[in-house]
């Protein structure tokens, strides 16, 4: 609870100081909104999907298309990751809505030692780390490595990205996961192929994933890179 104080707390005062834009559109935001009222309006969760193969859940908080896509491809290439804590907030909401209780510890998709480099930031970690303050449970933002830095899989199908992430993905800690039950936490989730392989490393070491927890699922037709075009700058305060 005094947490929660503290965080509305210092978002009020971010606020005075720099306010927060729209992660869709740019324009102001109040309190810690990810996005202004009338693209919140635009955000429709999608049902909960189940894979058997190996068993979880994928849970998101919208679908790529339209405020959700522009605000996680701002998040990822133009350096927004203020973005990061209200997304996560939307994540939390999701989880509890859809399946809660189902995860002891919350792990991110990680990122290739130079690609963190390059960006400065693992996007699904500040994702992560949000997600687990909210539902207060631990957040292991390295349990999970890469062992090579795979080629963007942003235009690749099922069968390309399976072939691109396969043996990429390893348990740093074996012990952090062992006999826990995991949330694991993306950004944007198209063919499953990315999370499969983590899932897959997780239950090596002896854990289980039973949540998938993203922002948005993408249809495997809509293209999911960067386009300069839409990127939103930050509100100037006065």
Same mark, same amino acid.
């Not at 390059?118 to 303050?133: D, K, P």
């Not at 990429?168 to 950004?187: A, N």
């Not at 002896?206 to 509100?235: F, H, I, N």
């Given at each position: 609870?005094?947490?929660?104080?503290?965080?509305?707390?210092? +978002?009020?005062?971010?606020?005075?100081? @720099?306010?927060?834009?729209?992660?869709?559109?740019?324009?102001?935001?109040?309190?810690?909104? @990810?996005?202004?009222?009338?693209?919140?309006?635009?955000?429709? !969760?999608?049902?909960?999907?189940?894979?058997?193969?190996?068993?979880?859940?994928?849970?998101?908080?919208?679908?790529?298309? +339209?405020?959700?896509?522009? @605000?996680?491809?701002?998040? #990822?290439?133009?350096?927004?990751?203020?973005?990061?804590?209200?997304?996560?907030?939307?994540?939390?909401?999701?989880?509890?809505?859809?399946?809660?209780?189902?995860?002891?510890?919350?792990?991110?998709?990680?990122?290739?030692?130079?690609?963190?480099?390059?960006?400065?930031? =693992?996007?699904?970690?500040?994702?992560?780390?949000?997600?687990?303050? !909210?539902?207060?449970?631990?957040?292991?933002?390295?349990?999970? +490595?890469?062992? /090579?830095?795979?080629?963007?899989?942003?235009?690749?199908?099922?069968?390309?990205?399976?072939? =691109?992430?396969?043996?990429?993905?390893?348990?740093?800690?074996?012990?952090?996961?062992?006999?826990?039950?995991?949330?694991?936490?993306?950004?944007?989730?198209?063919?499953?192929?990315?999370?499969?392989?983590?899932? /897959?490393?997780?239950?090596? @070491?002896? +854990?289980?994933?039973?949540?998938?927890?993203?922002?948005?699922?993408?249809?495997?037709?809509?293209?999911?890179?960067?386009?300069?075009?839409? #990127?939103?700058? #930050?509100?100037?305060?006065?």
């Amino acid at each position: 609870m005094l947490r929660d104080w503290s965080r509305r707390l210092c +978002g009020v005062a971010l606020d005075l100081l @720099a306010p927060r834009g729209c992660g869709s559109c740019g324009e102001r935001c109040a309190g810690d909104r @990810a996005f202004c009222v009338p693209c919140s309006a635009g955000l429709v !969760r999608p049902p909960v999907l189940t894979r058997e193969d190996p068993p979880h859940l994928v849970v998101s908080a919208a679908p790529y298309d +339209g405020p959700m896509g522009r @605000a996680i491809r701002n998040l #990822k290439y133009f350096g927004r990751s203020d973005l990061a804590e209200p997304l996560g907030g939307l994540l939390a909401e999701a989880a509890r809505a859809s399946a809660p209780g189902l995860g002891t510890r919350a792990v991110p998709v990680p990122l290739h030692p130079r690609r963190l480099s390059e960006r400065g930031y =693992n996007q699904s970690a500040l994702l992560c780390n949000a997600v687990a303050r !909210r539902l207060d449970i631990v957040s292991r933002g390295r349990a999970l +490595g890469r062992f /090579r830095n795979t080629t963007s899989q942003a235009r690749m199908g099922r069968v390309q990205r399976l072939h =691109n992430v396969n043996g990429s993905i390893h348990v740093r800690r074996p012990d952090d996961l062992r006999g826990r039950r995991v949330l694991l936490v993306d950004d944007v989730f198209t063919t499953g192929a990315t999370a499969e392989a983590c899932i /897959r490393a997780i239950m090596e @070491a002896g +854990g289980s994933v039973t949540m998938v927890l993203v922002l948005a699922r993408a249809d495997r037709s809509q293209p999911v890179a960067a386009s300069s075009a839409e #990127k939103v700058p #930050k509100p100037r305060p006065g």
